[in-house]
Nanobody, 124 residues
Framework: QVRLVESGGGLVQAGGSLRLSCAASGRTFSGSAMGWFRQAPGKQREFVAAITWSGLSTIYGDSGKGRFNISRDNTKNTTYLQMNSLKPEDTAVYYC?????????????????WGQGTQVTVSS
């Protein structure tokens, strides 16, 4: 059974930082690209960032560019999202996801495995 488990969410003041983690179990994800998405109440799920299986290439959605950093440690089957300079509009449930292959995508339909999400709340 494939399982992705996010952690690291919480309540933080505007301008603060959080690091989200996504631990994969059930199979190795060293051959899969990983992505982070988020969904705020009443809004569609939005692409945040993605990383290739090698970790050498990353892409970001407009909302996190310059503030967020995605990384991975394949020896630990874990992907991270470092979020800095957080804003109230970053408040959302953040989801970790994985593709079948090494390429990353902005399109959530390309991701076949999903975690349960972790809540991030940024207060003003």
């Amino acid at each position: 059974q494939v399982r992705l488990v996010e952690s690291g969410g919480g309540l933080v003041q505007a301008g603060g930082s959080l690091r989200l983690s996504c631990a994969a179990s059930g199979r190795t994800f060293s051959g899969s690209a990983m992505g982070w998405f988020r969904q705020a109440p009443g809004k569609q799920r939005e692409f945040v960032a993605a990383i290739t299986w090698s970790g050498l290439s990353t892409i970001y959605g407009d909302s996190g560019k310059g503030r967020f950093n995605i990384s991975r440690d394949n020896t630990k089957n874990t992907t991270y999202l470092q979020m800095n300079s957080l804003k109230p509009e970053d408040t959302a449930v953040y989801y970790c996801s994985a593709t079948h292959g090494p390429r990353y995508y902005r399109d959530m339909t390309e991701y076949v495995y999903w975690g349960q999400g972790t809540q991030v709340t940024v207060s003003s």
